[in-house]
DNA sequence: ATTCCTGTTGCAAACGTTTGCAGGATGATT
DNA sequence: AATCATCCTGCAAACGTTTGCAACAGGAAT
């Protein structure tokens, strides 16, 4: 009896039916005591269960998933544009996707992490909701794949995308309303005394485009020149000497061109403001400075950065929440969040 | 015909089997074709292909895994200890998951990211692993709970840990020679002056641990005052205040403690510079302060901070790669890599 | 004794792929 | 014409779960 008993022990229980066998029922009734169904005599539950325990069986979510037609995972895809290196470096997606990844596990579900380079790839987005692999998908980040994302919602339903919102887009799509915060940063400089305007950042991607349309709106309200763009690459090492260059065109003996700047990206400013120290010019009084996203960086710089907030946290929760009664059957509008103007010192 | 044709085309193609119909072959041909087998004929595969593409079909993953006992995922598990809140949100450990994301993409792996409270599921590991859904794991950190971690490599064995190395331990590591790396810092701080040195952070995970013990191992070999531990949390909005008490405490109008500080992260050496700041103290001057990581805001501090260099894509690739080859059979031993000092102005 | 519940279980068919094996063509060699 | 090797393809059995349906036991109601 002890002998038998012990070599059950040692048998290996890798399926149901293992389990089954031990137990002296069927797979169907082990199958269903374990997903805590109704239908199973008490008894024979505890005695599943605690059986289960002993030999740390795990039902097979492969087999599961294929049977039930889900799997219990989100994918949650990042597609890089042009500058591949910034990117999934980047401190406001990698926080973003932190947030994701709480709300998802809340919520009974994992994350399936895929980056893309669309380029090298037209099928990015197909590729990966066809794998049947994922029960939805969150795409962070419109990049410069807005009409692609549309074509794809037309027909998948899963989908919740972070970005900017644009008129009468089919995408159901999360994000802070950029021109806004644009208009914020923008206010809030001329508030100070500039009169001179400029973007540091690209102004290739929407959310950056928005932005640099909102501080245009107000700039040209206001009857100023219109706001220059300097163009920048995204990633720290690049962006510095970017920076320095336009800094260096734009500020000279014969005279300064910029009197606010108004940078794309939190990371963007402090680079800009290390870049403008390193020129001798003072902050906020040669330049007026203010960031966006109000990352942690934003706190430590010198002088603290004034900046437009996105509510990172809330943009995760809202992406989970949409996604969930998506997948639900209900039909969502899009979430636009608010930005907050912080102000700290540079501007 | 072009009737047929056109309905045909309209027909949802979902399965292997459909796609056989439609190609006039058998599902097993199909599969064989798609996969790029040698054994079909060349016209055949065309055909399928052809098909494959026109009608958008991609083979179900989760059938494929089922069959053939593989899934192509690989687990990233993030096991947060005490401090929960700071975990998702460093750097550190996200440029480190970004990282790995490229290099797993590279070799053709999707990447299934979880974070997990080892408080709350004592089970946390085995259930990952246990679940079928992943080839292997990856560890990312081993926090509080080196045990579980050494009991489960005894029993499996497609599983990486990003983590500090201990003599005789089972399971396969990868990560910086913390000692090391604390022993370097101490010694700079010393060269420069410094003889009460104080560590800042939290002595509790092993990583810290080590590099706190490098630091003591140099100060006893100097002969000076053992290394003062000053404990915070890692969470930017605790520290800060933490730091704050901390400085307070031993700075005061009868004289200064510490004349060296070595920090846990460069985190938390940045709020530290902006605490010692914030109390009048000149550094390098008035103290001494070294960081470790070498995260890009090491560079944007005032004054650029000293710090000891991860290099982090180095941990990724070695993660991926001591993997792939456990996976593939192969008994792998732990990899450890070299911090390299990297002097800037704080010390 | 018969009928009819109610609660519990077993049976077997899915879910969509992959793959060992056998078999059918085709052409080359004897 | 017979034999054989070479290619290619089809058949059917897996992979491990879930779940509709049928069946069975036991008890209550007729």
Redesign the pocket.
């Known amino acids: 009896m002890a002998a038998s008993e012990e070599q059950e022990a040692r048998i290996q229980v890798?399926?149901?039916?293992?389990?089954?066998r031990l137990a002296?029922?069927?797979?169907?009734?082990?199958?269903?005591?374990?997903?805590g169904?109704?239908?199973?005599?008490?008894?024979?539950?505890e005695k599943i269960e605690a059986l289960a325990r002993e030999h740390g069986?795990?039902?097979?979510q492969?087999?599961?998933g294929?049977?039930?037609?889900k799997t219990g995972v989100i994918g949650v895809v990042i597609p890089l544009g042009h500058d591949i290196r910034q990117q999934i470096s980047d401190s406001f997606f990698m926080t973003l996707l932190g947030f994701l990844a709480d709300e998802l596990t809340t919520h009974g579900y994992d994350l399936m992490l895929r980056r893309v380079v669309p380029d090298d790839d037209a099928d990015w987005l197909d590729r990966f909701i066809g794998s049947?692999m994922i029960d939805g998908v969150i795409v962070i980040g419109q990049s410069d794949q807005f009409d692609r994302i549309e074509e794809v919602a037309d027909g998948y339903r899963s989908m919740v995308v972070w970005g900017n919102h644009q008129e009468g887009q089919r995408h159901c799509v999360v994000g802070t309303d950029n021109r806004l915060g644009g208009r914020l940063a923008a206010e809030r400089l001329i508030a100070g005394g500039a009169r001179k305007l400029a973007f540091l950042g690209d102004t290739g991607p929407m959310e950056f485009a928005a932005r640099f349309a909102g501080a245009q709106d107000v700039a040209a309200r206001m009857g100023l020149p219109s706001v220059l763009p300097l163009v920048t690459h995204l990633s720290p090492d690049r962006a510095s000497e970017e920076i320095a260059k336009h800094l260096a065109a734009h500020f000279t003996a014969q005279g300064r061109d910029i009197d606010g700047i108004f940078a794309a990206t939190d990371t963007l400013a402090a680079l800009c403001l290390t870049e403008l120290r390193a020129q001798g010019l003072a902050v906020p009084d040669d330049v007026k400075l203010i960031g966006f996203d109000d990352l942690p960086i934003a706190r430590q710089t010198i002088p603290p950065l004034t900046t437009v907030r996105q509510d990172i946290a809330a943009g995760a929760r809202g992406l989970v929440d949409l996604l969930l009664r998506r997948l639900g059957g209900e039909t969502t509008e899009s979430l636009v969040l608010p930005p907050e103007l912080v102000v700290r010192e540079t501007a």
Do not use: C, E, H, Y
């Open positions: 890798r399926t149901i039916t293992d389990l089954a002296g029922v069927s797979p169907g009734t082990v199958s269903r005591a374990l997903a169904k109704s239908l199973v005599n008490t008894k024979t539950r069986f795990r039902p097979n492969m087999a599961s294929l049977r039930r037609q049947g």
